[in-house]
């Protein structure tokens, strides 16, 4: 399918009030995974997606994100200097990444409300929405598949991944028929924070969506839902009770870091140190000494 090419949407205008008092002063998205923040894998993994133009959607205080995108080049110069070769190629990375734009959100009003302020950045082409708090390990690629999906069935595209029941309500969840691929659904409903009596599947949203810009039509009119905010999901519900364009998940079976709660944060932290080559001499034998002793 023929169609222009697909830009990236980060929202990151959340005030990040779970990780207080850090996030006083620094935005949750900047806080460090090992040795980047979190929102620098969510614009790699758009990059390494072939995506090329990312837009983040920022709040009040969080100048820091644009700053870290931006070129230094006093900070260039001192390390070019000093000879510091493996530190100037990270920071010269994070500048050279991709195409970086910044919109402030106003008002927060909901994820949904977030989408919308994309639009006239957007325009007509179709796009991914990248959630910070959800971290996709790069060795197993998600925003690709969901591209690919994306062209296959000229529809929007979710990611969907199989959650225990007892944590249902934490998330959006979809009713699904499947298809000829087992790692691919057809939605015919969404649900936001259902208990899990309610729940229509085990299959919850993570912050991955594929979006075909006519959602800013279906954003525009639709109201305050749970919380009273204006919910992504709403908007996507309705598009998946349209027969004429419908809404396809992609079941995630791989490694994903959900970096919006603590525990959550120190795991992405340990899992991605440990599988680094410059870090897991070191760092396995201590976990396995400090494991031993609990």
């Known amino acids: 399918m023929s169609h222009k090419p697909f830009k990236a949407v980060i929202p990151a205008a959340g005030l990040g009030t779970r990780f207080l008092p850090a996030t006083k002063a620094m935005p949750k998205e900047m806080l460090p995974v090992v040795d980047k923040p979190a929102i620098q894998y969510v614009v790699e993994e758009a990059v390494a997606a072939g995506i090329e133009d990312v837009l983040i959607i920022t709040g009040r205080n969080k100048s820091n994100i644009a700053n870290h995108f931006d070129s230094v080049p006093e900070l260039e110069h001192t390390l070019r200097t000093k000879g510091d070769d493996a530190r100037l190629a990270a ?3 994070a500048s050279d990444l991709a195409d970086i734009h910044t919109l402030r959100q106003g008002e927060p009003k909901g ?3 977030a989408v919308l302020r994309a ?4 325009r007509d082409h179709p796009f ?3 959630l910070g708090d959800d971290l ?3 060795r197993d690629p998600l925003l690709t ?8 069935h000229g529809a929007t595209v979710i990611a969907l991944m199989e959650v225990d029941p007892e ?10 028929e499947p298809t000829d691929d087992g790692d691919v659904v057809k939605v015919t409903g969404l649900v936001e924070k259902p ?3 309610d729940a229509p599947s085990n299959l919850a949203i993570i912050g991955r969506y594929v979006l075909n810009p006519a959602i800013f039509d279906v954003l525009e009119h639709t109201g305050p839902g749970k919380g009273g905010e204006i919910q992504l999901t709403d908007a996507l519900q309705e598009i998946a009770a349209d027969p004429e364009q419908g809404v396809y998940g992609v079941v995630f079976r791989g490694r994903r870091y959900d970096t919006g709660d603590k525990v959550g944060y120190i795991k992405a932290i340990l899992q991605l140190a440990i599988d680094r080559d410059d870090l897991s001499g070191e760092l396995r034998p201590w976990l396995q000494d400090f494991a031993a002793d609990l």
């Open 111 to 113: 994820l949904g409300h």
């Open 195 to 197: 208990s899990a009596a």
């Open 119 to 122: 639009q006239r950045h957007v």
């Open 145 to 152: 598949r969901m591209l690919d999906e994306y062209d296959r």
């Open 136 to 138: 996709i390990d790069a």
């Open 91 to 93: 920071v010269l990375e």
């Open 167 to 176: 944590h249902i309500h934490l998330y959006g969840v979809a009713a699904v």
């Open 128 to 130: 991914a929405v990248m």
